[in-house]
């Protein structure tokens, strides 16, 4: 494969075609497989041999990607071969190389295009519709979004694919790497809970060999699991190398708020290039209620007295700290639903319930 | 669309100006038609859509198949190779295509609960009865003729070059067929005489209710119902089931049954599958035109009687319209390639399965096989039906239907006399080919084939060559699945002028052909732009300058803000305009964010800090601290956590030390945990105009906090700790805020809310 002919390689595609082998054709077409790097293959005019062996609009779409690899472009070409229209694609993607911000949008309108031919495909028969495509469209759109930071282009996508009917018959592949955009999706938006259970699929469907799919779940499910009260253990972050997790987990599990400002500054860098910072930063919720909950333990009493949280947090460096304060952060607590109880202003104290005064962290929110 | 074709046929032909409604009514004759349709029909009412469907599919059914290559290919053939054209008068099959024949009891579910049983009889018995009745044989001949060339005119607007070419040889191999073949003349004499009445027919048809009324009653059904596999119905055979019919089919050319009551009924029900068989209306009205054409000739030259309708198999209805066409000219081939030994009688018939048998064999695979057939498969299947058809068939039958898929090609060059209409179609195909690949300049190996295929069919060994015509038709039908021409040039890879057409409006940025302006007024109109920007009404830079002083000192003094607005916008718009970029600019636009975040416009206010940052990374300014700051404060007016989350990647540790960016990063995080305490804090200390940029998210935060705190203290919350709290200044805003949430205080101490009872109102609020 690696030395073939141009020739050779034309009729292999024009057999691929016709024989039906999508993934062989798009093996073919792809970048990721040997033939790119054969350069009896880099043709820098490919049209006239392509013209030659190939129908329209095949001829069009392996000139172009024949010109690619001579343009040493790179981009996945996998089911390409259902989508006629992605040779546009390919020749943006290549004429992005130079300019990728600008770029990305235009790849996503093309995507776009794509897709919506694919998600109109209503006439061919469940076997080969066009819809099978529409999911690793809508990953690729995906893809593009989140870099470019349009979430909010993703809705009428994950609607269209919960409406469909394919949903749950698309390749596992294709569902881990939906679930997973999802999932991120729905963590930056707040919900964890629907956050957690795609997060979640993905995790546990992604194939045991891709460890750097694992780790890129992982990076998202591990700060919903925590809000959500689930630590995770050394073994696994170590497996994963996310040790810069262990600290900020350590730190929620203990209460220990200074710890966690700790870590989080320590890790800022990559936790923000993760887009995760902000989450994690809301694990001093979780870290407050814990360390509460210590301050409950140490003092055995369902009324705390307010000047015990105060001289606690004081201890873990919180700065400009006062009375108020404290008010305000158990108000949440409680509006939250972490502590059930009451403050009293007038005696200046918590008060807590007798029973279950710090419910598990998984049946609040 | 029905417009379009209107206009596509040529107007001089166009005789009866009468409207076809009318016409239809003038024809007694249908009249008994229709009650024989109604008796058919009654038995299936339940499958007749509400006549409002009517008019939609009667348009549609009208639409000439786009089929670009197959235009090309009638005519090169050479004419020997066609059988003769059967000149044979047939009942008009359209109508027959559009009434209900029982429903062969094999069909597997139908989905007809799902519509309405709508006025069964509405539609046949309604305004639009058919006017087939009335029309004579040599009408119909002239109406495929003229119909394919409308549907020609229409399809090929722009290719104008291409019709003339076609018409050319459409001549001259009418006159070579019309010489040779024996009915040729006949043919030719329709098509010179009956143009005009076929025209008129075919408009009519085109208004045909039934055919509206059918299309929308067929139950559309999630997958192709393969003729073959369908057992047969009532009757045994297709053999003269029609009552009455077949005499005249088959012997005068000129009194032709037309009525559609007339027809076998196993065709009937042939059609009813075909219909039953689509998924989209679209299928309706692809299976609708093409059942049209194949039964009208069927019906014409007589096969329709003796047609074993119940063995035929569906046309192919997954593909899209192009795939229909796109099959026959590939079937054109081989038919003709069959024609070979046979002579014109075999593969009428046999080329007609080939027709619609696209998927007939059975196979699951049918339908990919369409897209892209292997060679060998589809010709060796094509031959054994073609056997199994001339077995069974008559040969004059046989011979007629074969016909039927070149006219569909054929009829987009516009076909003439039925004879010629054939010839020309194989032969057209032929040349398309031909002249396809010429153009190309590919495969001149297969040019070569093709020339040599052509003669080679006539003399009736071309199978040899049937791979290349195998691609060639294969590629045509994927140029039309994909409703793309075939190229008529040689593949050039537009990669490196991809983005011309979107890059001379983008990429035309105005940047790159600056104009200057000239214009000396310091104020103007803001007016969106529709065009190009004309330098007369555009400030120069110099006079900006004092326009946005003057902007400036209008709003310090009267405080207008609509003024300042338009005034502002234009200006920004003349800089855009003249591809100013400069650090005037970046002024222009903190002067407009602030005034619009004066009044809290932030959509304009949004519109200055997107363009401020982009302007402030080549013109670094000393607000950029400001200006980034008021960007995280409203992202977090915006809760758009994502944009926040990359504002904080490109935060450089220098700008965080900026009192404006580090008090915002501090409100966001208090924001974020919900500290409202310090929220409130920093918010009454927000540095330059930051707090009107947090004024707009104030009530939402604070509306949160005091729900906080009314849930969380018991029983009482003194007024003064909420003011505090929610960063009131005096007590009697705070008060005003809280009576407006509906709050209530304790009667003996109204300095303490009652939480508890408040935490109810708040809550619905």
């Known amino acids: 494969m690696a030395h073939i002919t141009i020739n050779q390689y034309l009729q292999q595609v024009y057999e691929a075609l016709d024989n039906h082998e999508g993934s062989f054709c798009a093996e073919l077409l792809s970048f990721k497989h040997p033939h790119v790097a054969n350069p009896r293959l880099q043709l820098p005019n490919p049209e006239d041999k392509c013209q030659q062996v190939l129908e329209p609009p095949y001829d069009e779409m392996v000139a172009a990607h024949l010109r690619c690899t001579s343009a040493a472009a790179n981009h996945d070409f996998i089911e390409a071969y259902k989508f006629q229209t992605l040779v546009a694609e390919q020749q943006l993607l290549k004429k992005g190389k130079g300019q990728p911000g600008d770029m990305l949008e235009k790849a996503a309108e093309q995507l776009m295009s794509c897709f919506r031919v694919c998600a109109s495909d209503n006439r061919a028969g469940l076997d080969d519709s066009k819809k099978w495509g529409m999911l690793f469209l809508i990953n690729q759109l995906f893809k593009i979004y989140f870099k470019i930071n349009k979430l909010h282009l993703c809705k009428p996508l994950i609607r269209a694919i919960d409406s469909s009917t394919l949903k749950d018959e698309y390749s596992m592949a294709q569902r881990v790497t939906y679930k997973y955009y999802v999932g991120r999706k729905a963590m930056f938006d707040s919900d964890f809970k629907p956050a957690e259970e795609c997060l979640s699929f993905s995790f546990q469907h992604c194939h045991r060999s891709s460890q750097k799919n694992k780790r890129m779940i992982l990076i998202y499910l591990l700060p919903v699991k925590m809000l959500l009260g689930h630590m995770p253990t050394l073994q696994l972050l170590r497996k994963y190398d996310l040790m810069q997790f262990a600290d900020v987990t350590k730190a929620v599990r203990e209460g220990n708020l200074l710890l966690l400002t700790e870590a989080l500054a320590r890790h800022e860098t990559f936790f923000i290039r993760c887009g995760i910072f902000l989450i994690l930063e809301k694990l001093k919720i979780i870290t407050y209620r814990n360390l509460f909950k210590t301050v409950y333990q140490l003092l055995r009493s369902h009324q705390l007295p307010l000047e015990a949280f105060l001289v606690c947090l004081r201890m873990m460096k919180v700065d400009g700290l006062d009375l108020d304060e404290v008010q305000c952060l158990l108000a949440n607590l409680i509006y939250m639903g972490h502590i059930k109880g009451y403050i009293s202003h007038q005696h200046q104290k918590l008060v807590v319930s007798k029973q279950n005064p710090f419910p598990p962290l998984s049946s609040v929110s | ?765």
């Open chain 2, 1 to 765: 669309m029905a417009a379009k074709a209107t206009q596509a046929t040529p107007a001089t032909n166009w005789s009866y100006g009468a409207s076809p409604d009318g016409q239809a009514h003038e024809n007694p004759e249908w009249e008994k038609a229709r009650q024989a349709l109604a008796s058919i029909t009654k038995s299936q009412g339940s499958n007749k859509a509400p006549p409002a469907n009517r008019t939609p599919a009667e348009v549609k059914c009208d639409d000439p198949p786009p089929v670009p290559g197959l235009d090309d290919q009638s005519s090169n053939y050479p004419p020997q190779a066609q059988p003769p054209a059967p000149a044979i008068p047939q009942p008009p099959p359209s109508p027959t295509n559009l009434e209900k024949p029982p429903l062969p009891p094999s069909i597997p579910p139908l989905p007809n609960s799902q519509y309405p049983p709508a006025p069964a009889q509405s539609a046949y018995n309604g305004p639009n009865s058919m006017p087939y009745q009335s029309v004579d044989p040599n009408h119909m001949r002239v109406y495929n003729h003229n119909q394919g060339r409308s549907n020609y005119g229409q399809g090929f607007h722009a290719q104008n070059p291409y019709q003339q070419h076609q018409q050319q040889q459409q001549q001259q191999q009418q006159g070579q067929y019309g010489q040779g073949l024996g009915r040729g003349g006949d043919v030719n004499k329709n098509k010179n005489n009956q143009k005009p009445v076929g025209q008129q027919l075919w408009h009519r048809m085109k208004q045909s209710p039934a055919a509206g009324a059918v299309k929308f009653n067929i139950p559309k059904r999630p997958y192709v119902m393969t003729g073959p596999n369908l057992p047969p119905v009532e009757q045994p055979s297709g053999l003269n089931l029609s009552p009455g019919s077949p005499a005249g089919a088959n012997t005068a050319s000129g009194a032709a049954p037309m009525r559609p009551q007339d027809w076998p009924q196993a065709m009937k029900e042939y059609v009813q599958r075909c219909f039953t068989a689509c998924e989209t209306e679209d299928d309706k009205d692809r299976t609708e035109k093409v059942l049209k054409e194949v039964l009208q000739d069927r019906l014409k030259d007589g096969s329709a009687y003796t047609i074993d309708w119940n063995r035929e198999a569906l046309p192919e209805l997954k593909a899209k319209q192009s795939r229909w066409e796109a099959v026959p000219s590939q079937r054109t081939l081989d038919s003709a390639i069959s024609r070979g030994g046979r002579g014109g009688g075999g593969h009428r018939l046999g080329h007609y399965r080939n027709v619609f048998s696209q998927r007939s064999p059975s196979s699951s695979s049918s339908r990919s096989s369409s897209r892209s057939p292997s060679p060998s498969h589809s010709r060796h299947r094509d031959r054994s039906q073609r056997h199994r058809r001339s077995d069974s068939g008559s040969q004059s039958d046989s011979s007629i239907s074969s016909d039927l898929r070149p006219q569909l090609s054929r009829r987009q060059k516009g076909g003439r006399g039925r004879g010629g209409d054939r010839e020309r179609g194989r032969g057209g195909g032929e040349r398309g080919r031909g002249r396809g690949k010429a153009n190309r300049g590919r495969r001149n190996a297969d040019d070569g084939n093709a020339g040599v295929g052509g003669k080679k069919r006539k003399g009736g060994n071309a199978g040899l060559d049937f791979h290349d015509p195998m691609r060639e038709a294969k590629k045509q039908s994927r140029a039309q699945r994909f409703h793309k021409q075939l190229r008529s040039e040689p593949l050039v890879l537009s990669i490196n002028s991809l983005d011309l057409p979107n890059g001379t409006q983008e990429g035309l940025s105005w940047e790159d052909c600056p104009i200057v302006g000239t214009c000396q007024d310091i104020t103007k109109i803001y007016l969106r732009l529709t065009c190009a920007p004309d330098p007369a009404t555009v400030r120069p830079v110099h006079v900006l300058r004092k326009s946005i002083q003057a902007v400036k000192l209008h709003w310090k003094t009267h405080h207008d803000y609509t003024y300042a607005c338009e005034q502002m916008k234009s200006i920004r718009q003349d800089l855009t305009v003249q591809g100013v970029r400069t650090e005037f600019t970046v002024e222009v636009y903190e002067c407009h964010a602030r005034i619009a975040l004066e009044k809290g416009d932030h959509e304009e206010f949004n519109q200055c800090q997107t363009q401020l940052k982009a302007l402030y990374k080549d013109n670094p300014s000393e607000n950029l601290g400001e200006f980034t700051a008021y960007r995280l404060l409203y992202y977090i007016f915006t809760k758009n956590s994502g944009d926040l989350t990359t504002e904080l990647v490109y935060l450089t540790p220098a700008l965080r030390e900026d009192s404006c960016v580090s008090h915002a990063l501090s409100l966001r995080a208090a924001w974020a945990l919900g500290n409202y305490n310090r929220f409130f804090k920093l918010y009454l200390c927000a540095p330059r105009m930051a707090s009107y940029l947090i004024d707009k998210f104030l009530d939402r935060e604070r509306k949160i906090a005091l729900r906080a705190m009314l849930k969380t203290f018991r029983p009482d919350l003194p007024v003064q700790n909420v003011q505090s709290a929610l960063g009131f200044t005096c007590l009697d805003t705070c008060l005003a805020y809280l009576a407006g949430l509906g709050v209530t205080y304790y009667p003996s101490d109204p300095s303490k809310i009652d939480c508890k009872a408040s935490s109810a109102a708040v809550a619905a609020s």
